[in-house]
């Protein structure tokens, strides 16, 4: 490994090249923001399939459509990789406190994932609001058991990294079912981590601790959780009622989908840059991750059509199930340690598809001072953030082996208006700024591959 | 005038704060972030004063808000200022194209702001498609009269700037029908000035020249312009109808609203913030300008909220007639001269309501270079450009007299998507985004106030 980049000017001068870098990432960025095919694929995963939970027909349709694009992107080769993924099915659900004083209330609640049901017949039952699991130690089994849970700790719209304040809240809904289970607790109902104050709800995982059967858990929309919460200051004695006719089914298989161009130099080492093909049922998934599924297949159609031939093997790959247990980004790292492939470098696109900020990286020292010095090339884009920092979720088990893991950062501050959330569609997506992080993303592979950062 | 700031960790050391310049700005955005009272006002204009053309009543219902607005936002004095406008109707519009090979398109257009009409009949007549005005000197009379000229020269999409984009192609539709109608054209439809491939149309005022009695003018939705190009390409004898039952009315009075802090030490300089509280008849004009009115109170709000007394007098004024003829700004500047007040600095946004991004000053030379260092301050929030550059139509005659104008930068890319169309809803607004430009202007103002910059 060579950081050549603190001499780029150098570097530039005596080597020659048939377009300079910042030609390249001029005809890059150019492209992107005038051919159409990236809408298409867009408007193909949110539309066509919608809800592309693992295991899904919509999942299924997701895999045969992005192999295909990936091949018309002009991947050398596109496969499929087999991975095990747990299938989970939401069913009907409702929400509604009873209260002998105030009368009835809608609840807008939906299962969060991998939850187990309440049946049809759901669960009735009194109701505690807590902000935080200390609050349950200091009420304790007695005031809890038998009761719902109901966490309203919001997420702290002060912190100006969005990610931070989704990170302070989302503990209630991760662990938020066997910290109250502990205590006896028939279910838990979650305020959605969200900044947004609409009537959306906001799922996502829950995880029950080892050996914990585990209890219903749903999560809340912001609206009806500031509802509920005003009820119980007028009426601690409500009662709520929960159905979540949710169930855990067998495991079964589904597909990362891998397109792949052939490297001109090097092509034993390999550059990935991926998404997630999956999504939560409820929604279109567009900017989580419909949005990094098209700039990853956008990568491979802008190198080829801008003629750049990288001297390493370059990967598109969907990840598929990184929302319930993340099983396609360990496979993809089991393979490659298995047939002992070199993995230079990965980059996850999961965080939307709004303008693009900058990068992180894990790299440290030196190379971390070289990747800086490329923040020059994105000068005349307004991209201007490369720091050190995490790369994504799919791309972690690489990450173990060795491999420097890269994030895509654009500009977060709306991103969870849709995370998770019925409302994260196409058209919450502008085409002009997702094309702007292809670009981005595309120069940055290209840059990192040219000067072997 | 004094340029402090080159060494602002010496005034840190020497001044002593109740708060630090940082914890002021902390305590801004943090207000800015939770408190909801924009997110009121802004759903207020886009909901209640939909439509808000100068000399309308949802103008008038518009300038009786924000003046209550800015009252309980903490201003000192509120006030009204008479401004003359002028009156346009649109009426009855639509287009189509028949061709006796393809049958009949349904064209989605729509008057420009004081196009003169075509009457009830509407004008029906061949169709002349260019890209430019010197395509209409080849063509020439012969080919022109009695025609209707349809410019449809795109936005150029692969411009990173897109206001820079948006200049490169609205001159069609500000200039295009005095320019046809010189090679005595009958009417002229102009492709939408954005950057956007959807059916909106985007409206927006032509000019007429001097001595010119005009032809009407319509604008047309970028799928429409597609449609019709590729419909001529395919029978170039078709015809287009097209009525548009707009008109002129006599002008009218409408007010500019303005909201004042008197300062603290320099009560007789002014420093103005500002945006356009009219917008086009067909949109909320949530972006353009609604959002920059509600960023004018919240700086009203936030300094008293935050207990920064300003050392000079401080407005938010909500200025009458951008979008028409700008003569709420005209008006400000007359009055400001005529009462011989010392106007130190005009902040304007009108750029739409997304994240911010930083300012831009008419300063030149020590004073532009202090500013520059204010950068420091904005870090924290990933604010990061300070530039030399414009202000704002609605503080240009301010600028005229010598005081400073500032322009507010948020990232514009999916700006044009909404300006001046239906599409400009506050569904568009994200209100994170929004607040956080709240926050940087005071803070801004503050800063600007606090070092004499």
Not at 141 to 164: H, K, M, Q, W
Request: charged share 25%; with cysteine; proline share 3%.
């Amino acid at each position: 490994m060579k950081f050549f980049l603190v001499a780029v000017s150098l570097l530039l001068s005596v080597f020659s090249f048939a377009q300079t870098p910042d030609e390249v990432l001029r005809s890059i960025f150019s492209d992107a923001l005038t051919d159409r095919s990236a809408e298409e694929n867009l408007r193909y995963l949110c539309k066509e399939t919608k809800g592309r939970l693992p295991g899904s027909e919509a999942a299924a349709r997701a895999v045969e459509y992005t192999a295909r694009a990936l091949r018309e992107a002009g991947a050398d080769t596109v496969w499929l990789q087999e991975v095990r993924v747990p299938r989970w099915e939401r069913g009907r659900e409702s929400g509604k406190a009873i209260s002998s004083v105030l009368g009835e209330l809608k609840l807008n609640v939906g299962a969060l994932g991998l939850s187990v049901g309440t049946g049809t017949d759901g669960i009735t039952a009194g109701i505690v609001e807590v902000n935080s699991f200390e609050e349950l130690e200091k009420i304790g089994r007695e005031g809890l058991e038998g009761r719902i849970v109901f966490y309203n700790r919001p997420v702290d719209n002060t912190l100006l990294n969005s990610f931070a304040g989704y990170s302070g809240a989302v503990n209630q809904r991760i662990s938020g079912a066997s910290e109250a289970a502990a205590y006896g607790a028939a279910a838990v109902i979650v305020r959605s981590p969200t900044h947004a104050e609409h009537d959306y709800f906001h799922t996502g995982v829950v995880r029950y601790y080892e050996g914990d059967h585990g209890i219903p858990a749903v999560v809340i929309s912001p609206v009806s959780a500031d509802q509920l919460s005003d009820w119980l200051d007028r009426d601690p004695d409500l009662s709520v009622e929960i159905i979540s006719d949710c169930r855990n089914l067998p495991d079964t298989f589904s597909y990362n989908v891998i397109g792949e161009i052939r490297g001109s130099e090097l092509p034993d080492e390999y550059i990935t840059v991926g998404g997630h093909l999956d999504s939560w049922d409820i929604t279109e998934g567009a900017h989580d991750d419909a949005g990094g599924c098209v700039q990853s297949i956008e990568m491979i159609r802008l190198l080829r059509n801008n003629s750049v031939r990288p001297r390493r093997s370059v990967r598109a790959v969907m990840f598929m199930n990184e929302e319930m247990t993340s099983t396609g980004g360990k496979v993809y790292a089991l393979e490659a340690e298995k047939n002992g492939e070199k993995h230079y470098a990965a980059l996850e696109s999961d965080r939307g598809v709004t303008s693009p900020v900058g990068f992180t990286f894990s790299a440290t020292g030196e190379r971390l001072a070289a990747l800086k010095e490329l923040e020059q090339f994105f000068r005349p884009y307004n991209i201007y953030y490369f720091e050190r920092g995490g790369g994504g979720s799919d791309i972690a088990p690489l990450g173990a082996l060795g491999t420097m893991q890269i994030g895509y950062i654009p500009d977060t501050q709306r991103y969870f208006w849709y995370h998770h959330s019925a409302n994260d569609t196409f058209e919450q997506v502008n085409l002009r700024e997702m094309q702007l992080g292809s670009a981005a993303i595309t120069s940055l592979i290209y840059l990192v591959d040219l000067f072997d950062l």
